[in-house]
């Protein structure tokens, strides 16, 4: 079945002919938009696929990462260690919850958090780490997990670009309290612009997501007299918290799922283009490339490469400009990206 070629470089992803199809004709024949059939099935198959004990569709990445700051009751003087680099959404759940942000450094090789300096970074007042599995290359979680236990931390694990990613064959998402995944339109998985999903393996963690994913009001089966006490069946889930709406609708559901089972072919495509892109650059020894550790299997969301411009007296700004130069406009980067995959796989 041929691809559908959407005309935006941003979107990794593209449907198939018969996806789409699919897609509208539950658009035709769905009974509900939202909180139906489609958002149960992809949440057990997530769940199964990962190996995790619950998975929740969510409005985005970020709402997922909000509720296990919320649900973890993360306030004012916790400490919350994450990666110095990563994307602003790893922080802003844990920022507006007036937290204190501590980044621990990468490792310069794999370009991910260095559990070593997490070590260093923690004080009486750490509770919280979140690993981001960046460019789909999951963190030391053997060593995190270790850290954290011995310090009584909770972790978030940040999976926005790491779905299907694994660490000694486990996949990311399921080693610590949450696993956050993101399925906006440049992600591995896309549920139609926005989208995401929180995973948990902890029955009362659980029990809260439900109660705080859609503006406190459960599902009608948990409560047998659902008029009682009123129709709106608003339970308190979380001490202090004031639900939010941040619901997956049925459609985005069923494209999700309909990514997500084709998955694993993607991610060896993905690691077959990855390969053949960096052995064609090998002869750049400016550009250094991701070191993959034998543990993980990356998700390989994006080609990072860092510019190491001292050989010719230049900096990765020097770098852009002349990308800019050339290409032009706020493309430039994509440009260069765009050509290497037209030399070599069209
Ligand atoms: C590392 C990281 N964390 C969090 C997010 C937030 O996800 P979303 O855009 O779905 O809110 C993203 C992506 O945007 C991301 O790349």
């Not at 850290?147 to 972790?155: D, H, P, Q, V």
């Not at 694990?157 to 995944?181: H, I, L, M, R, Y």
């Not at 918290?241 to 495509?269: C, H, K, S, T, Y």
């Not at 892109?277 to 543990?295: A, D, G, M, R």
Request: aromatic share 8%; charged share 20%; net charge neutral.
């Amino acid at each position: 079945m041929s691809d559908i070629k959407l005309d935006f470089p941003g979107i990794q992803v593209h449907l198939t002919k018969h996806e789409i199809e699919q897609i509208v004709d539950a658009i035709i024949s769905a009974k509900t938009l939202t909180m139906g059939p489609r958002l149960e099935a992809f949440e057990d198959d997530f769940a199964r696929y990962l190996g995790s004990k619950y998975a929740f569709g969510i409005a985005n990445g970020t709402a997922a990462l909000e509720l296990a700051g919320q649900i973890l009751n993360v306030k004012q003087g916790d400490e919350v260690i994450l990666p110095a680099h990563t994307f602003t959404a790893t922080a802003l759940p844990f920022l507006r919850r007036n937290a204190k942000l501590v980044f621990a450094d990468i490792d310069p090789k794999t370009f991910v958090m260095d559990v070593n300096d997490v070590r260093r970074k923690i004080t009486k007042h750490t509770r919280v780490v979140v690993p981001v599995h960046l460019y789909g290359l999951p963190v030391n979680m053997l060593d995190l997990v270790r850290l954290a236990n011995e310090y009584g931390l909770s972790i978030v694990e940040d999976c926005a670009q790491s779905p299907g990613a694994s660490f000694n064959n486990q996949k990311v998402g399921t080693f610590g309290d949450f696993g956050c995944f993101s399925f906006h339109s440049q992600k591995n998985i896309t549920t139609l612009g926005e989208g995401g999903m929180i995973v948990t393996n902890n029955d009362e963690y659980a029990e809260k997501i439900l109660g705080l994913r859609k503006i406190g009001q459960r599902p009608f089966a948990s409560q047998q007299k659902y008029w009682l006490p009123a129709m709106s069946n608003i339970i308190e889930a979380v001490p202090g918290v004031v639900p939010n709406n941040f619901a997956l609708g049925e459609i985005q559901a069923l494209a999700g799922n309909l990514i997500l089972r084709r998955l694993d072919r993607q991610i060896l495509m993905r690691y077959k283009m990855y390969e053949k892109i960096t052995n064609s650059l090998l002869h750049h020894k400016e550009l250094v490339f991701q070191h993959f550790p034998k543990e993980c299997l990356s998700a390989i969301h994006l080609l990072p490469a860092r510019f190491n411009g001292q050989i010719f007296s230049k900096t990765r700004d020097d770098l852009i400009e002349l990308l800019y130069e050339k290409h032009g406009g706020e493309g430039a980067v994509r440009e260069v990206c765009d050509l290497i995959l037209k030399m070599h796989y069209r």
